[in-house]
């Protein structure tokens, strides 16, 4: 088929799939899947700009979808999220300064892949660390998490000033209860300063920010697995719509492509969403961190393509591995899904005990 705007022809088979996998992925881990899209759409033949444009579209599509999916579960912590937006849009203003000192520079490209490869390096290790310390831990109701002393004292942290004056309000307190996310109190500049973490990191690599976000509201603040997934989808419609504003500016989105890609989408996040509550969060937790890992290592292989001639195949390499991960989970998740459903079928049919 071809898509005038990006100038290319693409078989809309395989952006049916791509579609269909980063919906799935997006409502099962809350992430936009940025680095998935692109990533695929280059593989396509796509040219990059208009990969990076038309994968900001689709972020933003798939994440409405996933986060009206999760809301319907009780799964977005609306206040939590506001509160964070508040730190996101500057730390998104600082980041974009930076990177164009680094472009002046001539060195962003190395940058941001170095960066991506230390932070989804460090964080799929920790994920997965995180794993094997609960699997080893005595069992215990509720969910549990290696970091939990931790998010116990970032929630106890007192922070000044403990109000404010507002005119026609008066007083207010700086401290917000958190019902959805099971907080009784905290102090609003905690996840302020986490949003505008997340926002900058979000700006200096070009992506939603919602494989940062996810974890730190859950080993970070507390949040329990699920509700981190609703909250930080609702964070990346923000980020996504707003990059998709700037790129269609440029007239650098096909509106044809993403489109297709989105109606596949909406059907992957059906999936991914309902998963969700059939698996266990730790699982969640391990399959995401893996996940992470497996784009760690193909940013790494795209890096290593750019030094000779000789290696530059390693591009395509990572391309692959990043697609093979991604369907790869796909079809773990809907294994899971299935086998969770069956099993609570037959616990249904079962005879009670007398």
């Known amino acids: 088929m071809w898509f005038p705007n990006a100038e290319v ?5 395989l952006l049916l799939l791509l579609g269909v996998m980063v919906g799935t992925l997006s409502g099962f881990f809350g ?3 940025g680095f998935l899209i692109t990533g695929g759409l280059l593989v396509f033949g796509v040219p990059p700009v208009f990969a990076v444009g038309t994968g900001l579209a689709l972020i933003m599509g798939s994440s409405i979808i996933n986060t009206l999916k ?6 977005v912590d609306l206040r939590l999220g506001m509160l964070m937006l508040i730190g996101t849009v500057p730390g998104v203003f600082l980041a974009e300064q930076l990177n164009s000192t680094l472009e002046e520079a001539g060195i962003v490209g190395p940058v941001i892949r170095y960066v991506y490869i230390l932070f989804l390096g460090a964080l799929g290790g920790f994920i997965v660390n995180d794993y094997l310390k609960i699997r080893r831990a005595p069992k215990s109701e509720g969910e549990v998490i290696s970091t939990a002393s931790l998010a116990r004292r970032v929630q106890a942290m007192r922070i000044p000033p403990h109000s404010i004056w507002l005119p026609g309000k008066g007083k207010i307190p700086t401290y917000v209860s958190l019902p959805i996310s099971g907080i009784e109190s905290l102090s609003v500049f905690i996840p302020i300063v986490v949003g505008f973490g997340v926002g900058f990191f979000a700006g200096l690599l070009g992506a939603g920010g919602g494989f940062l976000l996810m974890p730190a ?13 609703g909250t930080d989808l609702f964070q990346i419609i923000v980020t996504g719509s707003w990059g998709t504003f700037i790129y269609a500016m440029s007239h650098n989105v096909d509106a044809k492509m993403a489109i297709i890609m989105l109606g596949a989408a909406s059907v992957g996040s059906q999936l991914g969403a309902s998963a969700t509550k059939f698996v266990e969060p730790a699982r969640i937790r391990i399959l995401y961190g893996i996940t992470i890992l497996g784009g760690g290592v193909a940013v790494a292989l795209e890096q290593v393509s750019t030094f000779s001639d000789s290696v530059e195949f390693l591009s395509t390499v990572a391309s692959v591995v990043l697609l093979g991960v991604a369907g790869a989970m796909c079809l773990v998740i809907m294994g899971m899904m299935i086998k969770a459903k069956r099993e609570n079928h037959d616990r249904d049919l079962a005879p009670a005990d007398d």
Not at 9 to 13: I, K, S, T
Not at 217 to 229: C, D, Q
């Open 9 to 13: 022809a693409v078989n809309p088979a």
């Open 31 to 33: 992430v936009g899947g």
């Open 70 to 75: 999760h809301r319907h579960l009780g799964n």
């Open 217 to 229: 509201l859950i080993f970070g603040l507390g949040v329990p697995t699920t509700v981190a997934i």
